[in-house]
């Protein structure tokens, strides 16, 4: 029988190493100085609990903007016309619309582990991504869900749940440092508990597509 595949959730990737070491410089003072703040929750929590467990389950992370320093400008032209490009090939028309960054930070999760983030969408964006900086076989993966409401009907066991197949209803992804990830805004992501043996460290970007305002003809 013939079939017509509608409504794909696409994930776009791309390795790029050539990023990865001086982003990992640049990001060690935003990284410093969540660290130096992040020091009065971590006292407050130990007194509360009145257990010394440190940084477990924190996320260090940067302000909004890191799209404005400029040692990145390079490293975020590329992420902006990545996105609009993505967008045009999805079918979208951009003639009279530029991208515009919402939010770039870069985060770490915990050095005592438990870090992740729950299941999540990013609203009012049309393109989020990361671009991975410190990873390894011991730490979190993202974890992509299926976007469609409806799908929670199809609740039937699946063959192989090791293989990529139309019944996933989410699905992990493997990362190294210098892996780009990409992907419609409304595309439910997460991040699998971190058990903290090794640093885990990526810049995480939303991006929106505004419409821009031409001049006005002579009549």
């Given at each position: 029988?013939?079939?017509?595949?509608?409504?794909?959730?696409?994930?776009?990737?791309?390795?790029?190493?050539?990023?990865?070491?001086?982003l990992?410089?640049?990001?060690?003072?935003?990284?410093?100085?969540?660290?130096?703040?992040?020091?009065?929750?971590?006292?407050?929590?130990?007194?509360?609990?009145?257990?010394?467990?440190?940084?477990?389950?924190?996320?260090?992370?940067?302000?909004?903007?890191?799209?404005?320093?400029?040692?990145?400008s390079?490293?975020?032209?590329?992420?902006?016309?990545?996105?609009?490009?993505?967008?045009?090939?999805?079918?979208?028309?951009?003639?009279?619309?530029?991208?515009?960054?919402?939010?770039?930070?870069?985060?770490?999760?915990?050095?005592?582990?438990?870090?992740?983030?729950?299941?999540?969408?990013?609203?009012?964006?049309?393109?989020?991504?990361?671009?991975?900086?410190?990873?390894?076989?011991?730490?979190?993966?993202?974890?992509?869900?299926?976007?469609?409401?409806?799908?929670?009907?199809l609740?039937?066991?699946?063959?192989?749940?090791?293989?990529?197949?139309?019944?996933?209803?989410?699905?992990?992804?493997?990362?190294?440092?210098?892996?780009?990830?990409?992907?419609?805004?409304?595309?439910?992501?997460?991040?699998?508990?971190?058990n903290?043996?090794?640093?885990?460290?990526?810049?995480?970007?939303?991006?929106?597509?505004?419409?821009v305002?031409?001049?006005?003809?002579?009549?």
């Amino acid at each position: 029988m013939d079939s017509t595949t509608l409504f794909e959730s696409i994930i776009y990737r791309k390795e790029l190493p050539k990023y990865v070491d001086s982003l990992n410089k640049i990001t060690n003072d935003y990284l410093h100085e969540a660290r130096k703040q992040s020091k009065e929750c971590i006292l407050a929590r130990e007194k509360k609990y009145k257990v010394a467990i440190g940084d477990h389950g924190m996320s260090y992370h940067s302000h909004g903007k890191l799209y404005q320093d400029k040692r990145l400008s390079e490293f975020e032209l590329l992420i902006r016309m990545t996105a609009k490009n993505i967008l045009e090939t999805q079918g979208f028309d951009l003639v009279n619309h530029g991208m515009e960054y919402t939010e770039m930070w870069v985060q770490q999760f915990a050095d005592q582990g438990g870090g992740h983030h729950e299941t999540h969408v990013h609203w009012d964006n049309h393109i989020s991504g990361f671009y991975f900086l410190k990873c390894s076989d011991r730490t979190s993966v993202p974890v992509f869900h299926d976007p469609r409401p409806g799908r929670m009907m199809l609740n039937l066991p699946i063959k192989d749940p090791n293989k990529l197949c139309y019944a996933m209803e989410r699905q992990s992804l493997k990362v190294f440092p210098g892996t780009l990830l990409m992907f419609n805004s409304y595309l439910p992501h997460e991040f699998k508990v971190d058990n903290g043996i090794d640093a885990f460290r990526f810049i995480h970007f939303n991006l929106k597509a505004t419409q821009v305002q031409l001049p006005e003809k002579n009549a």
